[in-house]
């Protein structure tokens, strides 16, 4: 079994009053950079990797409204299905650097096109992508190689799943065990609404071929928080910690989404449990994913849930978070570009990346309905207006006449800063209040949890 290096040890470094510090002084010649995808993940990544003192210039595919405007960013309309066209792209624009986004395209081997093409790419291989691509494969992993996750088993007939639901009983969860868009997982609450699920998965096909197979698995409660780590298959560097808000009502309440917001770092997460998900999730998965001959090289996701101080794995991913990205570029005081770029020549434990001290809120406005139906065309205004945030567009597209429209579920990421989470929560409000859209939905609780944590030690504090 491969060895890996601790190329971050005793977790990430906060910096206190520099901004913009590279990773270290660099004498790199400039690179152009490529960043697949159109959402506001990319479109965060893009803000991020385009302000490095060794980018020339950086080209967003497909991109989107928001990336246009960022300066020395350039959107390409080039199909990434398409991997020739990809590889073409970077030989003609002497590409250097290239970030995948999104997972559909690692899952379909982007990255392995690229680097046989000698294009230097962060995004793990189509095999190390199925610990997204493939709930089971990612659960099997935990299994064999020790990793703490909930309690589970496969299935791809109704009948058996049925019965399994029906001898654990309820709460349980139903996960389609493909891609699904971070919608493909259900919380049962009574038996009947799993055994729903099991219907709505694999013989109504709700979410296509992702729920062929299903994992059904215990219920775990306590407090999700997501954690990610910069893995080269030998080496590991730890990034901040953040929450999501999966569910689409206040409260937590409804159906999973994609996510309508997140903050970091997420107060949850301390010294001892950052230490045990490093030892016991992120390296005992890279381990076994080096073992089993597809060594993982890519951003690393490790959902978490968190009770009693300790921590068991939810689910991988095998890409920045989205919405959780926003915030750890708003937060990221470092030269990102170089850190990637030094990670694919396998120069890792040459990375140090530092951290502003604020906290990160980001509030997602969706379009109403989301994540059912929802209308798509209507007109946004008041963008430039925003002061107290940085607007990251998601799914937007212009009409016509050149406006800024919906054209997805969800469609912009707000991110503020903010000396604590309180702070950065009513900055990030402030800003959706300018924002003008008829179809806008969006929580208005983002970032509860941790502002409940800071009232509470007020309240002691006043005693």
Not at 240 to 255: E, I, L, N, R
Request: net charge neutral.
């Amino acid at each position: 079994m491969q060895c890996l290096r601790a190329a971050c040890v005793g977790g990430p470094n906060v910096s206190r009053g520099r901004r913009s510090l590279p990773v270290m002084a660099s004498s790199s010649s400039k690179v152009n950079v490529l960043v697949v995808g159109s959402g506001g993940r990319e479109h965060s990544l893009a803000w991020k990797l385009s302000q490095s003192l060794i980018c020339k210039h950086l080209y967003c595919a497909p991109g989107n409204p928001g990336t246009e405007t960022e300066p020395n960013v350039t959107n390409v309309g080039i199909n990434v299905a398409k991997h020739g066209d990809v590889v073409e792209f970077c030989r003609e624009k002497n590409v250097g650097l290239v970030v995948v986004g999104p997972e559909v395209p690692l899952v379909a081997g982007l990255a392995d096109d690229l680097q046989a093409a000698g294009v230097p790419t962060w995004g793990p291989s189509a095999r190390a992508a199925q610990l997204e691509g493939s709930k089971a494969f990612m659960k099997d992993i935990c299994r064999k190689y020790n990793i703490p996750t909930a309690a589970y088993e496969k299935f791809t007939d109704p009948a058996r799943a049925k019965a399994f639901i029906k001898s654990l009983g309820a709460p349980i969860v139903v996960k389609a065990s493909g891609l699904a868009a971070g919608k493909g997982v259900v919380v049962a609450r009574t038996v009947e609404e799993a055994f729903q699920a099991v219907d709505d998965m694999l013989v109504t096909k709700v979410f296509g071929n992702a729920g062929d197979e299903l994992v059904i698995e215990e219920f775990l409660d306590g407090e999700e928080v997501s954690f990610f780590a910069l893995v080269d298959g030998e080496a590991a560097v730890p990034l901040v910690s953040a929450q999501d808000h999966k569910a689409v009502g206040d409260g937590d309440t409804g159906p999973n989404t994609g996510g309508m917001g997140a903050y970091s770092p997420a107060p949850a997460m301390n010294e001892i449990i950052f230490k045990q998900v490093m030892d016991e999730i992120i390296y005992r998965t890279a381990q076994g994913m080096a073992a089993e001959g597809a060594p993982f090289r890519g951003t690393l996701f490790a959902g978490l849930m968190i009770k009693d101080g300790k921590a068991k794995l939810l689910e991988h991913n095998v890409r920045f978070g989205d919405p959780e990205c926003q915030g750890l570029m708003a937060r990221c005081d470092s030269d990102l570009t170089e850190a990637l770029l030094r990670a694919t020549q396998g120069n890792l434990d040459d990375v140090k990346l530092l951290w502003k001290p604020e906290a990160a809120l980001t509030v997602v406005m969706a379009a109403n309905g989301y994540p059912g139906n929802y209308p798509k065309g209507s007109i946004i205004s008041g963008l430039d207006r925003v002061t107290t945030a940085k607007v990251f567009h998601a799914g937007t597209s212009r009409n016509t006449a050149g406006q800024v429209v919906s054209s997805g579920g969800r469609v912009l990421n707000i991110t503020a800063l903010g000396k604590d989470v309180a702070e950065a929560q009513a900055q990030a409000y402030k800003a959706v209040k300018q924002i003008e859209w008829a179809d806008a939905y969006y929580r208005s609780d983002i970032g509860w949890r941790a502002v409940a944590r800071l009232q509470a030690a007020a309240t002691a504090k006043g005693h």
